[in-house]
């Protein structure tokens, strides 16, 4: 690799993501690197374009807004649904995270935010909606690939 990243490259990084209270909402640094294509558009693009310009043992930290992340909280995507379409098996709390299926086939993690008789109340707005997430990144290798 040239002495500094550029789009393109696939690029090795650590990181640690915090909250604006500080708060730790994930980090590589006890696991592997994460591994990705500068361009690729596989991560949000701003995390993804931290490492231009980066070279191997450089640390920086980046702040991503809200809108540039996950997006904003929105309340419309707080839902009841229907206990009947709950299996009769799954015990539900108000704070549990759970896994649901989209019509489309995917698979989302939502929260239980409210419970009665007849609905569970769902929380479909990603954890990090809504959050400005600031990242301390260090590339640890880099390969070219252009």
């Not at 294509?37 to 693009?45: F, H, R, S, V, Y």
């Not at 896994?99 to 989302?108: A, F, M, N, Y």
């Not at 400005?132 to 990144?137: N, S």
Request: charged share 30%; aromatic share 4%; no cysteine.
């Amino acid at each position: 690799m040239t002495t500094k990243a550029k789009t393109g490259d696939v690029v090795k990084v650590h990181y640690t993501g915090k909250l604006d209270d500080g708060t730790v909402f994930d980090s590589s640094i006890e696991r592997e690197p994460i591994q990705y294509k500068i361009g690729d558009g596989q991560l949000i693009a701003d995390f993804e374009n931290a490492a231009v310009g980066m070279e191997i043992n450089e640390t920086k930290t980046i702040t991503i807004p809200a809108e540039n992340a996950y997006g904003p909280r929105l309340d419309e995507r707080i839902i009841p649904v229907s206990l009947s379409q709950v299996p009769p098996d799954m015990e539900l709390k108000v704070g549990d995270t759970i896994e649901v299926g989209t019509r489309d086939g995917q698979r989302l993690l939502v929260k239980v935010v409210g419970l009665d008789d007849e609905n569970v109340i769902l929380d479909m707005n990603h954890a990090l909606a809504g959050e400005d997430l600031t990242f301390e990144i260090t590339l640890v290798e880099g390969v070219e690939t252009a």
